[in-house]
């Protein structure tokens, strides 16, 4: 194997990409944590301010950085890359059982959202790109065209599901996922740059000058606390350390400075693309912004708009990309909770993934508004599992005494953040109860 330091610059970028590479293992976490979360971004810029939006992104995103840094580095201590395992080690089997249900319940959530975006963006690109000629809105098609019947409302979800994302997710190494990862961020690049080619058309002086809100910070802690919601969005974008956690182990000599590499050059990624799309998204849009970005009006009402509506079959192949991902954390959790082992075997693998798969188009047919549900889990469990743990399992792996100024700082930094998550869960729980959810 040719090492990294002796291989030029272009071998690096447009050499052949192995199993267990560092691009490979980059490929794998960007595809978790860019999504409808990353889209979602310029909905809540409005009373944020744009100034307190784009600190919120860059702060929340170099604490996930940091909070990597201390899990992978209490895996590299203890020579345990099982964050489930890990946890039961230091703290015993109780916090280890909660972990194993947080990530059930945010996985399965995960996936059934998934397949409502899959189903709702194929719609929407049929519009956008054909069917804008026979009906006046989207939701007129949505409604009252073939889209509603009931042979595409359940047996597309089945099938695509089926035929696609079965074999996909039978895929027991994730680094061997790395081309299906890099097709879903080229997909998610492709509509990212259309949002931005289009944004020229969207963005006018006088809806600059009139109703961006550049610094009025205020906003966001008044009325329904958009700052919380913000909060949430990005906690729920940013945090993949469920997912990160099989990446490290399968990385190729997983030494602290390789992990840290990929980690760290994720990350960038994922502030760049965030930052991007916020700010384009929002200055385009900053009147009645979407809750999706790429669900933005049409400058002509009642328009096509073809190129979004590839992009968004783009997008759909991205989540496709994005389930086998998110699944293969799950599929460790539920092999370990049901058998006591995480070998995965071929006949149990094809028989749980395939329960898992109906289960979760079943509810996605059934259940397709599950965004409360998600902002809940962005800030409870991306707080807890991206924030709490990872500092707890630090302070019992570093050496160091746990009243040590250094864990005192680390521990009281991500308790803190912790508590905005509940806090921000807490809220949305609140507007679910009086209806304004």
Same mark, same amino acid.
């Given at each position: 194997m040719v090492l990294d330091n002796k291989r030029s610059l272009f071998h690096k970028i447009f050499g052949p990409m192995e199993a267990g590479s560092i691009r490979g293992s980059i490929f794998n976490m960007v595809i978790l944590s860019l999504g409808t979360g990353m889209f979602a971004l310029p909905k809540y810029m409005s009373n944020t301010s744009l100034f307190l939006a784009c600190f919120l992104i860059i702060g929340i995103c170099f604490s996930v950085w940091w909070s990597l840094l201390l899990l992978s580095k209490a895996c590299e201590k203890n020579k345990i890359y099982n964050y489930?395992?890990?946890?039961?080690?230091l703290y015993g089997k109780i916090l280890s059982l909660i972990y194993d249900i947080i990530v059930i319940l945010y996985s399965f959530g995960v996936l059934i959202l998934f397949n409502c975006i899959i189903f709702s963006n194929l719609g929407e690109a049929l519009y956008g790109i054909y069917y804008y000629i026979e009906y006046d809105t989207l939701q007129k098609?949505?409604?009252?065209?073939?889209?509603?019947?009931?042979?595409?409302?359940?047996?597309?979800?089945?099938?695509?599901?089926?035929?696609?994302?079965?074999?996909?997710?039978?895929?027991?190494?994730?680094s061997k996922l790395r081309i299906i990862s890099l097709i879903g961020v080229i997909n998610i690049i492709g509509l990212i740059i259309i949002v931005i080619y289009q944004s020229k058309d969207y963005i006018k002086k006088e809806n600059l000058e009139n109703n961006v809100?550049?610094?009025?910070?205020?906003?966001?802690?008044?009325?329904?606390?958009?700052?919380?919601?913000? /909060?949430?969005?990005?906690? $729920?974008? @940013? &945090?993949?350390?469920?997912?990160?956690?099989?990446? =490290?182990?399968?990385? %190729?000599?997983?030494?602290?400075?390789?992990?840290e590499k990929a980690i760290r050059r994720t990350i960038l990624?994922?502030?760049?693309?965030?930052?991007? /799309?916020?700010?384009?998204? $929002?200055? @385009? &849009?900053?009147?009645?912004?979407?809750?999706?970005? =790429?669900?933005?009006? %049409?400058?002509?009402?009642?328009?096509?708009?073809?190129v979004m509506g590839i992009g968004k079959i783009g997008f759909v192949f991205t989540f496709f990309t994005k389930l086998p991902n998110t699944y293969s954390s799950l599929r460790i959790t539920l092999f370990d909770k049901i058998w006591g082992t995480t070998e995965i075997t071929d006949t149990k693998n094809y028989i749980v993934t395939f329960i898992v798969i109906i289960v979760c188009v079943t509810c996605s047919i059934l259940y397709s508004d599950i965004s409360s549900y998600i902002k809940i889990m962005g800030g409870l469990?991306?707080?807890?599992?991206?924030?709490?743990?990872?500092?707890?399992?630090?302070?019992?792996?570093?050496?160091?005494?746990?009243?040590?100024?250094?864990?005192?700082?680390?521990?009281?930094?991500f308790i803190i953040l912790t508590l905005i998550g509940f806090i921000s869960s807490a809220f949305t729980v609140h507007k679910m109860i009086v209806g304004e959810q």
């Open positions: 489930s395992k890990l946890i039961e080690l098609f949505l409604n009252n065209s073939f889209w509603n019947e009931w042979y595409i409302k359940i047996l597309l979800p089945y099938a695509s599901s089926i035929i696609i994302v079965y074999p996909m997710c039978l895929i027991k190494d994730v809100n550049y610094f009025d910070i205020k906003k966001g802690f008044q009325g329904d606390f958009d700052t919380l919601n913000f /909060i949430s969005c990005i906690f $729920y974008a @940013s &945090c993949f350390h469920i997912g990160c956690v099989p990446v =490290i182990n399968t990385l %190729t000599n997983n030494v602290q400075r390789r992990i990624i994922d502030i760049f693309f965030y930052l991007v /799309i916020a700010v384009v998204g $929002y200055l @385009s &849009c900053p009147i009645d912004t979407p809750s999706l970005i =790429i669900q933005r009006p %049409t400058i002509k009402p009642h328009d096509s708009d073809i469990f991306s707080a807890l599992v991206g924030f709490l743990f990872p500092s707890l399992l630090i302070i019992k792996s570093n050496g160091k005494k746990i009243y040590h100024w250094e864990n005192i700082l680390t521990l009281a930094f």
